[in-house]
């Protein structure tokens, strides 16, 4: 074992703390209110129908277990990486480096999806659906916030205070609106499986109920990852000021805020248009709240499609920032190019560079809910990773029962494989290719 794979590398140059509660809460904010409110909920209500409402809620209580066993990491051990350090310290470096390369999969995958989110949205706000036009407007604001990420975590963070704010009050507009156009027939929980036709005939029934399942369970790994934007305070960890406090604090404070949004926000959309309306407007352009809102009274339908782009731009932010710490984590270790590990002033320049080519090639796929069922299979693992981590600490280090992180590997290796085989399979073959890439890499520089 070298010394990088035992040794954290305290030694190398640290960026800044700059990061208080409220910072790393509106981080946090900007990372889950994007995407999965305004995009995958959609792809989501095309799995589970009604349901969704269930999956939102499941989704939320497996974050809530693998937000906290990400807290209580991130205060004994408050660097740049997340899931990927944790791995190196409480695990082995090779399960390290899995949580270090699914994340970056996983999150580049996220990133390409809300770009082109931002690009369905704008062009609804001009009655545009060109296909074309959406994947080059994605392409473009990956270039832009790229660059704005490279200037420093200062920077980034007051421009994501400004989306954040514009973001909340626009889904405040919607929530609000569109109370008074909810149907309560359309938020049918039951499963459907309380006709009359079915009632009397028990294995038709089972078998519906057995099918149900596994689709609310395919959807509660799809909203899962909409939820997981609190793991960008854990991988700023070098960033935020007296961790050990701020931390856990942030993460409870964003996940309790998430919760009640997504939850109004879908009981809402779906009541309010069909859970077959919201999946038909994610296929045709990406943009499903800005169609239900068109429902609603004129100008809500315009407040919704600003709302959503500021949400993606938010998004792209944030994890480009994520990412890049994660790249720069990496490459101290080894497991990624040296050249990637350079600071410069308040910013890892390169591994900011990179992160936003691989996502603005991502974008070039034109399908949310391929990136998006990508980035369910490879968050799920890194945060499988991540709870295996939590279990390994020493009792001094515990802030939560056992119980929670038992609930979080759990949840995560049962969902992880819900999504469509192809997806998954794909994910496992890329785990390998990064195994052996990490290999070559090593060999080498020796």
């Known amino acids: 074992m070298s010394s990088s794979d035992s040794q954290p590398p305290d030694e190398l140059i640290q960026l800044r703390r700059v990061l208080g509660v409220p910072g790393a809460v509106l981080m946090g904010l900007g990372s889950i209110v994007g995407t999965g409110i305004f995009v ?43 899931a990927y350090e944790y791995g190196y310290r409480y695990a082995t470096p090779t399960l390290g480096f899995v949580a270090g390369w699914t994340f970056v999969s996983a999150k580049t ?41 490279a200037g420093g975590l200062s920077r980034s963070n007051r421009l994501n205070a400004f989306i954040v704010a514009i973001t909340l009050a626009s889904l405040a507009v919607f929530i609000v609106a569109g109370l008074s156009h909810i149907d309560i027939a359309r938020l049918d929980l039951t ?19 057995s099918g149900r399942l596994r689709d609310i369970a395919h959807a509660t790994a799809l909203m899962f990852v909409a939820y997981t934007g609190y793991g960008r305070i854990a991988t700023l960890g070098e960033e935020v000021r007296d961790p050990a406090r701020t931390i856990p604090r942030a993460i409870v404070i964003t996940l309790v805020v998430a919760l009640l949004l997504y939850l109004a926000v879908t009981v809402v ?70 050249r990637l590990a350079q600071v410069r002033g308040s910013s890892p320049r390169a591994a900011v560079l990179v992160t936003g080519a691989i996502i603005a090639g991502l974008t070039l796929i034109g399908s ?79």
């Open 269 to 338: 959309a779906v009541g309010a248009a069909g859970a077959d309306q919201l999946a038909a407007a994610t296929r045709a352009g990406s943009a499903p709240l800005e169609t239900v809102a068109a429902g609603f009274a004129s100008p809500v339908r315009y407040v919704i499609a600003i709302g959503a782009i500021t949400a993606m731009l938010g998004v792209i932010l944030n994890l480009v920032l994520g990412i890049s710490r994660v790249v720069l984590a990496m490459a101290r270790r080894g497991d990624a190019p040296n």
């Open 40 to 82: 995958s909920i959609g792809t989501a209500a095309g799995v589970a129908g009604s349901a969704v409402v269930i999956a939102v809620a499941l989704a939320a209580i497996v974050a809530t277990c693998n937000g906290l066993s990400s807290a209580q990491l991130a205060a004994a051990h408050p660097v740049s990486g997340g």
């Open 368 to 446: 949310v809910k391929t990136t998006w069922s990508f980035s369910a299979f490879s968050v799920l693992v890194y945060y499988a990773i991540a709870n295996l981590c939590a279990l390994r600490q020493p009792r001094e280090q515990r802030r939560f029962p056992r119980a929670v992180p038992i609930i979080g590997l759990a949840s995560c290796l049962g969902l992880a494989f819900w999504v469509e085989p192809a997806i998954w399979i794909a994910g496992l073959a890329l785990i390998a290719v990064g195994l052996v890439a990490r290999q070559l890499l090593r060999r080498a520089d020796s």
């Open 191 to 209: 499963l459907g499986l309380d006709g009359p036709n079915r009632a009397n005939d028990l294995t038709v029934a089972n078998d519906s109920l």
């Open 109 to 149: 995958a996220s990133a390409a999806t809300a770009a082109l989110g931002f690009g369905g949205y704008a062009l609804a706000l001009v009655d545009r659906g060109d296909r074309t036009a959406q994947i080059v407007l994605a392409a473009v604001v990956v270039v832009v916030l790229t660059i704005v990420v």
